[in-house]
C-alpha cells in the first residue's frame, strides 16, 4: 500500500500537530496522503484527491463517530478503513497515532488482514411517497424524540408476527453496533464477524419484550402505530428521517460490507476487557 486517503475529525481541537506529524510521515515512508473534496480546508497540509483516483486504505483519524461517518468513502472507493484513535473510546479504532509509523510500514509490507463487516438496509415505506433507504454499519434507531409520549410498534420478522410493545423506541443493530447503543439499551454483545440483525427495545412499558437476535438473511420489519409529531428514524447517528403514523421500516442485511484493516492480534475479547472492562471486578 502507497497511496492513502485522509478522512479527519473535523470537530478535534487543535489538529495542526497531527498534521505535521502526518505530513512528516508521509515523507519519511515515501507514502501519498490525499484528503477528500469533503475536508478541502486541509489543502495546505495534503492534496485533494481527484476524480477516478485510487486509493489503498483509508487513515480514519478521530473516533467511533468519525469511522462511522467515513464507511461512505470505503464503500465508495472499495478502500479498507484504518481508525487512529483520537477520541475517548475509540471501539472501532485499530491503531493509536503513537502506533501510527508502524501501521504504515506494516501496510507497505502486506502485513495485515482485512475483516469485513456487515451492514444493515433501512427501508422507510410510507403511503404517499416513495420509499427512503439508508445503509447503517452501526445501528438503526427509530426514536421518540423530544416528545413525551411512547411509540406503539409492531415487530414482524419475514411477514411474520413477533411481538407489539409501547416503548420509547426501537434499536436495530449489526454485530458491529451491538457494542454501542445497543449495548447501553441492555442488548447483548455479537462477535463483528457474525451475520445477524440484534432488535432491542428502548425502555419498553413491559417486563416481558426483551431484547431478541434474528438470523442476518431475515426481514424485520416495524409498524409505526399513533401519531407522533417527534418520532424519527436515526442511521448510525448520522442520517435523519421523521417518521409519520402508518409508516413502515424494513431492516435488512446490506449487500455491501465495509473492509477494516485489521493489523495487530489483539482478540476482539481482549478489546472488550480494555475498552470496555469487560469481566472487570
Not at 448510525?236 to 484493516?261: L, M, S, W, Y
Request: glycine content about 6%; hydrophobic content about 40%.
Amino acid at each position: 500500500m502507497n497511496n492513502f486517503a485522509l478522512y479527519l475529525n473535523v470537530t478535534a481541537n487543535n489538529m495542526e500537530p497531527t498534521l505535521k506529524y502526518l505530513q512528516t510521515l508521509s515523507a519519511k515512508e515515501n507514502v501519498n496522503i490525499y484528503l477528500f473534496s469533503e475536508q478541502s480546508e486541509f489543502k495546505e497540509w495534503f492534496p485533494v484527491m481527484q476524480n477516478g483516483a485510487k486509493i489503498d486504505c483509508i487513515l480514519v483519524m478521530g473516533g467511533d463517530g468519525t469511522i462511522l461517518r467515513a464507511v461512505k468513502y470505503s464503500l465508495k472507493y472499495k478502500a479498507p478503513l484504518l481508525g487512529i484513535n483520537l477520541g475517548h473510546l475509540g471501539f472501532l479504532s485499530e491503531s493509536s497515532l503513537e502506533e501510527l509509523e508502524k501501521a504504515i510500514i506494516d501496510l507497505k509490507n502486506n502485513k495485515y488482514k482485512i475483516l469485513s463487516r456487515m451492514m444493515l438496509k433501512a427501508m422507510l415505506k410510507r403511503a404517499d411517497t416513495e420509499t427512503k433507504s439508508h445503509l447503517a454499519l452501526n445501528d438503526v434507531v427509530i426514536s421518540k424524540g423530544e416528545s413525551p409520549k411512547l411509540i406503539n410498534l409492531k415487530v414482524y420478522s419475514n411477514r411474520r408476527y413477533v411481538f407489539s410493545t409501547r416503548c420509547d423506541g426501537m434499536i436495530a443493530a449489526s454485530p458491529t453496533g451491538s457494542t454501542a447503543y445497543a449495548l447501553s439499551a441492555g442488548g447483548p454483545i455479537i462477535s463483528p464477524v457474525m451475520d445477524a440483525i440484534v432488535v432491542v427495545p428502548i425502555t419498553p412499558h413491559v417486563l416481558t419484550v426483551r431484547p431478541m437476535v434474528f438470523p442476518s438473511s431475515d426481514n424485520i420489519t416495524f409498524d409505526i402505530k399513533g401519531e407522533h409529531e417527534n418520532c424519527c428514524l436515526q442511521v448510525d447517528g448520522c442520517n435523519f428521517e421523521h417518521i409519520q403514523d402508518g409508516d413502515r421500516i424494513t431492516i435488512t442485511a446490506a449487500p455491501q460490507k465495509v473492509d477494516f484493516i485489521k493489523l495487530s492480534n489483539r482478540t476482539f475479547y481482549k478489546v472488550l476487557r480494555k475498552k470496555m472492562h469487560l469481566g472487570k471486578k
